[in-house]
């Protein structure tokens, strides 16, 4: 069942119609043409020969009683071998005054034909196929008085012919064995050749499946076999740029992950190393020690949300919230953060809109944008955050009168782990998860986000989202 379905079975099978059928028409073209042409033939000549005896039996006056005629005797036996058949002459009174075969002298004929020919004056010819034979029936007119003197009926076999058609329908049923034979054998070639380089594909993606082949695959032959390769290429690459960045990111992870500890070990190692420790170096090295188990911390839980937003859409919790009310919450618990560094924080007036929202996914999104702004701010600065909506979307902007972000470093802030070069040398704390957990969120509810960033004077960063979510 397995070969019916595969290429190699169905080319054989093109073959073999495109093969086959037409030598099979045409052989029984060529034989029903034979058949009609031969008895067509036939029936002319017994025809002709048939009015040449008429004319004969009334030139010899063959149907007066007891006629008798040696011209018209030579000429029947003559018919009746030659064709095989059998002749009967009736005279005016239906009465058969002679038959080849001897079997009905003598005897009334009253069949349709004679009785037709008396009364019309014209002849009639009926072929049997079943039983192989043709019957003239010809009327013998006497040519000055126009009368219908008597019937001449012949019946000649046609077994000959017959045996003819089946002898050439015999060499057609040869021929097409003979060319099915032939064409099953080349098929088979055929076929094996136009699906190797299909054989081929199966065998380099394999290769590559078990590991021989790094390299990407080409097999040319067809269009056919190139497009299958090229996008197996296409996603063997994507497997690998995957591939890629999930070691890349498990190394980060561990890489971050380690340095809190490599910090802890130094201050631990460095106090258990000096005799006599001071207590107030102790407390100092203690509490270095709890902000590096924060930090640790802090990248732990980052990773966790970032888990969390890489599930797929469908663990989404979608509820129709008021963002503005969202956006005061978030603002209410970063406010704490403001206070020592004076900067301003400020919600501008907005008009209240609700929206089909994750509200545990998109709080931390704004969180993470506003924590930002205070973060890489200068004392007594201002982050300022707007809410607008059009009929299809709400527009959130952060703003902020920070540090700004160089131009170079703004297509990366977004990536995993990424954190720009001042916030590394200010000591500013962080993973660099946090943008990415936020653009994660925002694409999750399928909207966009934009920053604008002038450096030393602050940046913008605007997000936009549907209102009404639809999958
Ligand atoms: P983190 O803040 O933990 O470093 P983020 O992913 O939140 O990580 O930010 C990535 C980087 O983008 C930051 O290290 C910082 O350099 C830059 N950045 C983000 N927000 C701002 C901002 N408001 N102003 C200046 N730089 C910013």
């Known amino acids: 069942m397995k070969y019916l ?6 080319i054989m099978l093109v073959l073999l119609l495109i093969g086959i059928v037409p030598i099979v028409i045409a052989s029984s073209v060529i034989v029903r043409g034979y058949k009609s042409r031969a008895i067509a033939l036939r029936i002319s000549h017994v025809k002709n020969q048939c009015e040449v005896i008429c004319s004969s039996i009334l030139s010899e006056d ?3 009683e007891g006629g008798k005629s040696a011209v018209i005797d030579s000429q029947l036996s003559m018919i009746s071998n030659i064709y095989n058949g059998r002749l009967l002459i009736i005279n005016g009174a239906f009465k058969v005054i002679r038959d080849t075969y001897d079997i009905d002298t003598g005897r009334t004929s009253l069949s349709k034909e004679v009785i037709t020919c008396f009364q019309t004056g014209s002849g009639s010819t009926q072929y049997d196929d079943r039983n192989a034979y043709i019957e003239v029936t010809s009327p013998i007119i006497n040519p000055s008085t126009f009368n219908v003197e008597g019937v001449l009926i012949a019946s000649v076999s ?6 003819n058609a089946r002898h050439l329908e015999n060499q057609g049923i040869v021929v097409t064995v003979v060319s099915s034979i032939l064409v099953l054998i080349c098929g088979f070639f055929i076929s094996n050749i ?19 082949e790094d390299e990407a695959i080409s097999v040319p032959a067809y269009i056919e076999t190139e497009q299958i390769t090229d996008a197996f290429n296409r996603m063997l690459a994507r497997v690998r740029a995957l591939d890629n960045s999930r070691q890349e990111f498990v190394s980060n992870v561990s890489h971050e992950l380690k340095t809190p500890l ?12 000096q005799e006599d420790v001071p207590v107030e170096l102790y407390k100092e090295f203690m509490s270095d ?6 930090r640790e911390n802090n990248i732990i839980s980052s990773l966790l949300n970032m888990v969390r937003m890489d599930k797929k859409a469908a663990s989404m919790n979608f509820e129709r919230k008021d963002v503005g009310e969202l956006l005061e919450q978030v603002i209410k618990r970063l406010r704490p953060l403001t206070r020592k560094r004076e900067i301003e924080l400020i919600m501008d007036p907005y008009e209240p809109v609700e929206a089909d929202i994750d509200v545990t996914k998109l709080s931390l999104a704004f969180s993470n944008l506003i924590e930002n702004g205070i973060k890489y701010n200068k004392d007594g600065g ?3 955050v707007s809410l607008k909506n059009d009929a299809k979307y709400f527009y959130v902007n952060v703003s902020d009168s920070g540090m700004g972000i160089p131009q170079d470093q703004i297509e990366h802030i977004f990536e995993r782990f990424y954190r720009g070069d001042k916030s590394h040398s200010t000591e500013i704390e962080g993973t660099g998860l946090g943008l990415a957990i936020t653009k994660s969120a925002i694409l999750l509810h399928r909207g966009v986000i934009k920053v604008t960033s002038n450096e030393g004077k602050g940046s913008v960063f605007m997000v936009r989202i549907p209102i009404v979510h639809e999958e």
């Open 5 to 10: 379905r595969s290429l190699r079975f169905r």
């Open 62 to 64: 063959y149907l007066a």
């Open 158 to 163: 046609t077994n000959e012919i017959q045996q």
């Open 194 to 212: 136009l699906v190797r380089p299909f054989a081929e594909v199966t065998r380099a993606i394999e290769d590559v499946t078990d590991g021989y």
């Open 262 to 273: 490599t910090s802890m070990k130094v201050l631990a190692d460095s106090l258990n190393g």
């Open 289 to 294: 020690i709890a902000q590096e188990i924060d």
């Open 382 to 384: 201002w982050v300022r």
